[in-house]
């Protein structure tokens, strides 16, 4: 329950208070990451009750398939972006050390994969009450999307909150008689801007990474025209499948 707590914390922005220990987004990383998982895998099993509930007989392991590649795909994309994401901060003197880089991004997923979840009972509804499988593939393309839109909208109040958080060799040269002050907050400043600015670039990398990688996952929600399958062959892209899928919808039907 511990960890609910934590979350419930997050989501209502009380986390980015300063906590008993006088840090930002002090919460344990492991039981949220647990839960995260918990999350991602009941809205992959919504998109996939899709193909129980839309052929003459019901595929019960895309649910299965669905539950275990959806949390497999933040993960998946995650250790992809992750890298580039320190070493940009590095190179940039960000005060966003490795832990807390770590605590700012899994407070973003969280909130994410928790909107996601939020969103499968209306993703399993319209499963029971259509069988237009190009329009489920959108609306799960619009859930993401407006899951997303929470998820960088929490995570650049994290950042722009916590980089902000003085470091105690900040504090040294503001102590130093020998420093103008008004050059070193103006530094300081202009370091946190930066750190911002990597994040929006890492955001459009880790959403154009995980259209991809959910590609390469494919199918999450079940085309009830084709067998059962883990995975199809490679070919085209994300963005090729959503305008096949939006041709679909106002024409025939899309795989």
Known sequence: MNVLRQLDRI??????????????????????????????????ACMGAFAVLARDTPEWRQVLASAVKVPLLFVLTLVVTFPSLYVFSALLGSRLRLPDLLRVVTAGLAVLVTVLAAFGPIVAFFSVSTTNYPFILLLNVAVFAAAGGFGVTYLYRAVARTAADPRPDDESADADPEEDERDVRAARRERDRDTRRVFVVWVLVFGLVGAQSGWILRPFVGSPDLPFTWFRPKQGSFFEGVGTSVRGLFGGQSR
Do not use: E, I, N, Q
């Open 11 to 44: 989501l209502r922005g009380d986390a980015l208070d300063r906590g008993p220990t006088g840090r930002r987004l002090d919460f344990a990383v492991a039981p949220l990451v647990v839960l995260a998982v918990l999350l991602a895998a009941s809205y992959g």
